[in-house]
């Protein structure tokens, strides 16, 4: 389920686009300014932010440039919203770093489009799509993550933080992430959590693929974090937390 923060100040409008993502099955939380969107950021990183232009004191444009200069807030996706239809105005949304414009009035159903088209360019995971790198298969929609093909398939029984983070790993495989990026995708906030905290779920991790024989396929880079690959190279280093990773 992807978290998605609307930062609207017109009650009516945010209720309304409340109501029709979590009838999509979003998890949603409203602000209506810029500071209490800042103080929910804080708290738990949303997998988008649906941002109004007009906020009272600080402007929604001012807030996307805040959040793109933050390492913490620099990948969320953000679609802006606003009345302003002139092809500069949507030039200056896109430049302070939103990821897709849209004027009012628009209908749920183009928000909900842009919203699934985003996500889908900027955090994959956050959709219900099936991912599968080379024989791993992991599937959102029935929780099921399966290895081999035809009668050889293996249902492997995973843990709910271990599934969450297989689907980030298995997203975008071959690429190295570091702790915080993984605390930020999987837990949604890095900010309470010890980052030796990934070293303790990639061991367990490991374990659940154990009877695959598909631990390897999660390995340890040191001095920089975790990768999956398709086809493992040599032994890694089972030992988490004590490579500088």
Known sequence: MARVLVVEDEPAIAELIALNLRHQGF?????????EAQTRIDKVLPDLVILDWMLPGTSGVQLARRWRGDPRTREVPVIMLTARAAESDKIA???AGADDYLTK????AELQARIRAVLRRRAPTALDLPVEVGPLRLDPGSRRVTH??????VELKIGPTEFRLLHV???QPERVHSRSQLLNRVWGDHVFIEERTVDVHIKRLREALAPADAQAMIETVRGAGYRLVAQPVGTIDHGDGESGA
Do not use: M, R, T, Y
């Open 148 to 153: 081999g093909q035809g009668a050889a398939v």
């Open 105 to 108: 009035p628009f209908s749920p």
């Open 169 to 171: 790993l298995l997203s």
């Open 27 to 35: 998890e949603v939380a409203l602000a209506a300014n810029a500071n």
């Open 93 to 95: 949304g896109l430049d």
